[in-house]
């Protein structure tokens, strides 16, 4: 079984800065490909970014490029958030998967395993 736990989230203002943590315990390997999804209120969960086991390969929704970056260390990944903008307002949830990196990151089912989420707000 995999553990995820993600941290980091909180209340800031527009233009501000957060990193969120997904740490990952378990039977988990460091070269598991891990992404980042978010939920708002009344919306689907949507694809926010994802890197493979290495650490090689990356993947971003047009919404956060140039202003989001994922990266990892063995068993953590995070997602440095800058100029973050109202609209970035929600759950912020980290997946993980034993696959090979593919085109696939960007969907849900490319993830066997979640965090419970961690709230990000961003106020006007």
């Known amino acids: 079984q995999v553990q995820l736990m993600e941290s980091g989230g909180g209340l800031v203002q527009t233009g501000a800065s957060l990193r969120l943590s997904c740490t990952a315990s378990?039977?988990?390997?460091?070269?598991?490909?891990m992404g980042w999804f978010r939920q708002a209120p009344g919306k689907e969960r949507e694809f926010v970014a994802a890197?493979?086991?290495?650490?090689?390969f990356t993947e971003y929704v047009s919404s956060v490029k140039g202003r989001f970056t994922i990266s990892k260390t063995d068993y953590t990944t995070y997602l440095q958030m800058n100029d973050l903008r109202p609209e970035d307002t929600a759950v912020y949830y980290c997946?993980?998967?034993?696959?090979?990196?593919?085109?696939?990151?960007?969907?849900?089912?490319?993830?066997?395993?979640w965090g419970q989420g961690t709230q990000v707000t961003v106020s006007t």
């Open positions: 997946g993980a998967d034993s696959r090979l990196w593919s085109p696939a990151v960007v969907n849900e089912n490319a993830y066997g395993y």
């Open positions: 890197i493979s086991g290495s650490g090689r």
């Open positions: 378990g039977r988990v390997h460091d070269n598991y490909r």
